[in-house]
Every structure is written in C-alpha cells, then in structure tokens.
T-cell receptor
Framework: AQSVTQPDIHITVSEGASLELRCNYS??????LFWYVQSPGQGLQLLLK??????LVQGIKGFEAEFKRSQSSFNLRKPSVHWSDAAEYFC???????????FGDGTTLTVKP | NAGVMQNPRHLVRRRGQEARLRCSPM?????VYWYRQLPEEGLKFMVY????????ESGMPKERFSAEFPKEGPSILRIQQVVRGDSAAYFC??????????????FGPGTRLTVT
C-alpha cells in the first residue's frame, strides 16, 4: 500500500538554528512529492514540490528539500529558522495514475526564542 | 485570481442532521479533491471529482457521504445523519488539468465541522 511517513511528531528548534524534517515514502514507483505548511486553523500552503530532474528543490520561505531515491526520502531543510516558521508541516505524495495525494501525519514545529 | 474557496468555514450540526460543505475551485481548475483531517492527524483523501464525474471515491465512507461537482456551481460534500465521529476539518483542493500541473493541488481554508 502507498504510504508517507513522517517519523517526528514534534520538533523544537531555537530561532536561527537549522532545521530538517524527515519524510519517507513507500510507493510502487517514484511518486511526485510535496511539502506543505499549515498554520493553526488555516489551510495548507505548498512549500515546494519534486516531479523529476534535480534532486535538490528550492521552495518558498527559504525552504529546500532533497529527494533521495535510495532512501525513499524527501527531507525538508532550512538553514536558519524564524519564529514565524512555527507551524505544522506535511509531506505528501501522488502517483501518475491519479491526482489524489497521500499525506503523512505531520510534524509540529515549535521555535524557541 | 481568487484561491480555492470553501464555505462555511465553521459548521455546527447536531447528531442526525445533514451537513453540506461547499467548495469553489480556483478559476480555470477542473479537478477537485476532498480531504478530511481528524484532530492530531494528517489529511486523508476522500474523493476526486471532475465536472459531472466522480473519478475516484476510494476514500469515501460507504454510507452517509456523497460528493458532486456539477457543470455549474461549486462542488458539494454532503454528510447525512452526522455523528460525533464526523467532527473534523474538511479540506477541498483543486488543480488544473493536464500534465504535471494536475498534481499540484491548491487548498482551500477548510470547513471545520463540529457535531454536538
């Protein structure tokens, strides 16, 4: 069955520190991969996506993610976290047969001053 | 260009009532997806529709839930005889047709349903 796993339920980092949020997927073939951010009570905003090509993708708000086929991973990174980055982050995947996305359960990011 | 619109944003229903959730996709988008988010969980796919067609309803509960996307007007997710377990945030997403763009989904702000 297709699945997306985010191993870390909750991560706390200090403002200005670097960040890495983990995402692993299990699909029959390499899926399209996405990272979304959700602020409390809000919808989801797309941070970045990977379809093919360069395995390091740049997104909005200074985020980037690296696709590693050998590890079935698509980890999200940011070199220096800002307090406004505190939110919930979701990794998602879609395959080529249907547009629906499978989401991980999310990682809640807390930023300490 | 307005984003995906959902209304109402908050909906309170008593057990046994009906809930109707509406979603207007972004202009030019012909694909609509509904997802449900239970507290402390990620989004779970429910149904994928194009105009007048249900493409994939593999995530829809077998009873009480239905969805439509008519030729004119918004997509509607209908929940009949709601129960407390239906309390959740329901998100709609839309995408443009064709190629890789059809996999880039734009999400609405969600409807938060509370069943009392």
């Amino acid at each position: 069955a297709q699945s997306v796993t985010q191993p870390d339920i909750h991560i706390t980092v200090s403002e200005g520190a670097s960040l890495e949020l983990r995402c692993n997927y299990s699909y029959g073939a390499t899926p399209y991969l996405f990272w979304y951010v959700q602020s409390p009570g809000q919808g989801l905003q797309l941070l970045l996506k990977y379809f093919s090509g360069d395995t390091l993708v740049q997104g909005i708000k200074g985020f980037e993610a690296e696709f590693k086929r050998s590890q079935s991973s698509f980890n999200l990174r940011k070199p220096s976290v800002h307090w406004s980055d505190a939110a919930e982050y979701f990794c998602a995947a879609s395959n080529t047969n249907a547009g629906k996305s499978t989401f991980g359960d999310g990682t809640t990011l807390t930023v300490k001053p | 260009n307005a984003g995906v619109m959902q209304n109402p944003r908050h909906l309170v229903r008593r057990r046994g009532q009906e809930a109707r959730l509406r979603c207007s996709p972004m202009k030019g988008h012909s694909h609509v997806y509904w997802y449900r988010q239970l507290p402390e969980e990620g989004l779970k796919f429910m149904v994928y529709l194009q105009k007048e067609n249900i493409i994939d309803e593999s995530g829809m509960p077998k009873e009480r839930f239905s969805a439509e996307f008519p030729k004119e007007g918004p997509s509607i997710l209908r929940i009949q005889q709601v129960v407390r377990g239906d309390s959740a945030a329901y998100f709609c997403a839309s995408s443009w047709k064709g190629g890789q763009s059809s996999y880039e989904q734009y999400f609405g702000p969600g409807t938060r349903l509370t069943v009392t």
